[in-house]
């Protein structure tokens, strides 16, 4: 038997084992990228690390960010961005289809932002890599759109696991954020894509927790403080999302090429490292130091601190920089954590409040919640790079109140909210995604019988006896363009009225006022404007001429039968 034969029966009749053994590969490819990312920076921070001190330091991550935005714009002909937008608009919109250059780019564009200063993180650009990665293997085997879909969220899941040796973090965030659904299809490969990045992580880089630490005493009092961690945590991050939003539409304002922009953030955060260090780069092993207690700058420091880093990952981002915004809400959430420890020894100082160390992780959780509204990831993820099991109840508390704060305030995450304002984000199983893969053209019924403007009322009650329709366009006689509609039920009158059939014509009853759809409607608009006008038929009109009927009941049928399609497991 030939072997393509063979390969399509066993994809046809083993779905659900293709995509395991597909998604391991994926996360095997994925997490070789993100070691590769990893050890990329190391090398680049340890070669930069001997200029710091010069006067003139303050360029290097002005050089940096203008080179990646180069690098992005000229050689790979992609924008700026932050990398997991990018992926959910994929997924929302299409399929997860990913260019195989965007597996490299985001690679080498924030190797270049983040090793030369740039306040950013990693993760994203590794995520878009890992995504691109499994979008172009999947279409190597000539995957469908969902099991494509889920093969994208397998690149992302094991580049995630592998950079944090984080597995369950790693299919969390990729269901939580990147595909929003919970479904036995895609979660079986991607955890064992997320398992197989994180032991390849291990393999190269050995089995370490990223932020250890010895371990904490807590009491209830330490517990019931953590409510008011997460509302410091929530005010944070939705001070973090408006300043880099901010900051990007005052960039846009800016009338000069995008590698200027990014060199001028670039400068600016190097201005600011000058004066505080820990808002340059990635800022992990200050994570370590709150972690462990070795912190030894005062609270009004820390506080000043905080603000610092959320300029610098504003300059860095909104200006052009590339990288992800995990590292800067990490560094900021410890940071956040210890400043309210400090804020409580000084309040209470009697208080035997447990080591500064603990509010530090619960600061993490909370920024990552928050910014993301992903409480799931904020848990997981914190307790997996920490090891810190043993705080995972007030994780909980931090996290769920943070997040719930931000999605009262921001209805809308930082990865989402831009996708949301364009209408671009179509989630699983939701009115828009379904409707998005449905076109006007395909739900016209064009058994309506044309009229035009100056016929009789005789002549049309004639038509009217061969139809079974109750809708009629009205078209031009010299020019065809459609100039209004007749509706039976508005016309009652006068069909049952004999005497007036030769002195009607269709002019003068026919509404004028009448709402049309162009072919190229978006089906969610035209649904709801159906709804609000109490509609069930609608004209849809191009060019002036008129092409068909889109009805109500129509739209809803097929609404139903690709919802069954889009639903519909192996």
Known sequence: MPLTRIYRRFMNNNDRLLLMIIGAIVGVCSGIAAVLLNRSLSAMLEWLHHYRDYYWA?????????????FLEKIVKEGAGHGVPEVIYSVSRYGGLLRMRSGFSRLV??????GSGGSAGPEAPIVMSGSAIGSNIARMFNLNERQRITIVGCGAAGAISSIFNAPISGLVFTVEVILGEWTALNIVPIALASVAGTEISRILQGNQIVFGHGGFEIDPADIASSLGLALFAAAASILLTRSLRGMHHVSEKVKAPIWIKAAIGGCAVGIIGMFTPVALGEGYHYIQDMIRGDFSRGIIIAAVCVLTKVLATSFTLGWGGSGGIFAPCLVIGSLVGLTYHRALSLIWPSAAWVDEGYFA??????LISGILQAPLTGIFLIVEITGGYNVILPLIVVSAVSSSICHYIEPASFYLKDLKEKGQLLRPGTDARVLSDLKVTEL???????????MLLRDFIDIVKRSRRNYFPVEDENTGHFVGMIH??????FIFNPEIYDAVVLEQIMDTDVDIVPPDADLPDVLQ???AKRLF??????????IGMVSKATLLDQYRKELIVQTTTA
């Open 488 to 493: 039976l039920d508005v016309i009652r009158p």
């Open 109 to 114: 564009s924030s190797c270049l932002t983040i």
């Open 529 to 531: 404007r159906m709804d």
């Open 444 to 454: 016209l019924e064009t058994d309506c019988i044309a009229v035009h403007r100056n």
């Open 58 to 70: 303050f360029i290097i991550p002005a050089i940096g960010a203008a080179l990646s935005s180069l």
């Open 361 to 366: 992780l619960l600061g993490m959780a909370g």
């Open 537 to 546: 038929s609608m004209p849809v009109v191009a060019d002036d001429k008129f």
